[in-house]
């Protein structure tokens, strides 16, 4: 799992919570290696936030052991709490507080020595851009200046472990930029888990993705992968001019081409099709059959689609819930995970 | 646990809460005050602060509710209390830092009553002794009630509804004594005496007659205690189903 040189920061084993009978998480597993950011990726409701509530120790599990730097949350709660920054889904800001005293408040009661809060509690402010903002009271700051006072809070008593449960919603995009910015700064001495339902985040920031959905993992693989499984089809999008079916039957009958995927109506005569192709170089005899044959190619667009849009491509078309497609993500990968593995043994076997 | 209590009193004292409460209570204070003076017996002259304590005790411990509705139900309902669940600190720290904040303002409130006696004494003269116990009375009855409301606070999310149940809690402190000597639970002993081991008001006019016995002051403070306890125990409970 990850990349085999990394010492293992955090495990979680067989994690488990129920609320009643109704199990919000379900038997979870996962490790985490040291400096290493991993992504927390699952809709609304699918167990993300309770999970990093069971890794901070804010809620016990009803089973199942997180050991973080070796020590058990159940056992040594006190020296994991030590090690954690935890930055909740709403930051625990008092409204009541001028921004600098909240930070001491905090310093202290992550028992951070006297002496060294002033400049903790500076370097918190500076990394976060609230320096100017440390007399103001934090019920007058917007959401996104509460949202960093949160995050400063998190990183006072240099925990060696960040948990930042959707740290960048409902902040602007120049804002979502920062925080992106800041979490790839703090992956160099930290290690990190963050959860989001935006692929594109976990795209730009992790190296590891560990899907959830209903309380399950669905998916635990990098990045690179991920991308692969979801968005490895490279797609033509071109306007023709020409009879539909014409059109259709040539394009059908070049070799490279893998099917049409869509075809929509642009103007009269004129159509947009959505070519899914082997690679790039199909254009070439693409194009000059298309134009030998009477049909003008007015436009041409290769379109790798990113990870986000074929996220968005999947929640949207064939299954019809955000959730299922979840899912299909998931089965998608495991079963992609699972050819390799069969693809490595016979190697082995070879 | 200091900066949590530091934080604590701060925030009674730097929002105006604090102080409007403090002004309530010197002004249902100092009517009791005028009203002593002004019944004074032409031949005798003299009134008594115990009476006034005890006086006072039936509108102040209405007001503690008011101290202590926001402790935890606020905290819960805004959901800041994540900062203390996951610093390294434990919940019976938490729960004392809290505590402490509030007697903090509650003895406040009391050394502002000083200015009372204080007047008496410039006027008149005061019997030390006897005053002094009051105070103590008044004080310890005080931790009893304040441990009470922050039990309160911890069972719901919402301060007003802390508020209520404390109103309602503080009743039974209060009449437990008038409960316990009407003529049902009387024709049952058994359960009569029960009730006695709890009854507050009885210690409390110990103390405000001049009496200082060390089983009183040990009851009202292994009483605030068990309530803090139960406290405890009530948010360790309600961490378990929390979101």
Redesign the interface.
Known sequence: MGKGHFNRMVEIKNLTKY?GLHPAVKDISFTVGDREVLGFLGPNGAGK??TM?MI?????STDGTVTVDGFDIAKD???V??R?G?L?E?P??????RVR?YL????????VPRKDRKKQVDDAMERLHITDMQKRVIGHLSKGYRQRVGFA?ALLGSPKFLILDEPTVGLDPTQVMEVRRLIQELSLDHTIIFSTHILAEVAAVCQRVVIINKGTIRAEDTIAHLEESVAGVPMLKMKIEGEMSKVTNILNSIDGVLGIDEVAFDSPGVNIFTVKVKNDNVRKPLVSTLVGQDCMVLEITSTKPSLEEAFVKLTQTGTTSREAAFEELGKKMEAERQAEEKAGKQKEAD | MFSLYKKEVQSYFFSPFAYVISALFLLVFSLSFIRGISTMDSNVLKFSFSEIFYNNFFYFIFMIPLLTMRTFAEERQAKTETIWLSAPITIWQVVLAKYLAVVTVFAVMLLLTLVFPLIAFIKGSVVVSSLICGYAGFFLWGLVCIAVGMLTSALTDSPILAAVFGEGAMLIVVFLDRFTETALIQSMPAVAKVFQWFSTQSRFAGFSQGLFSLGDLVFFLTLSAVVLIWTIIIIEKRRWSRG
Do not use: Q, W
């Not at chain 1, 901070?56 to 016990?60: D, H, Q, R, S």
């Open positions: 609320y936030s309770t509530n901070t120790g804010c809620l016990p709660p006190m020296e709490k030590k954690i935890y909740p709403i625990p800001v008092y409204p009541e507080m005293d001491n408040f905090a310093a202290g009661l992550k028992r809070m």
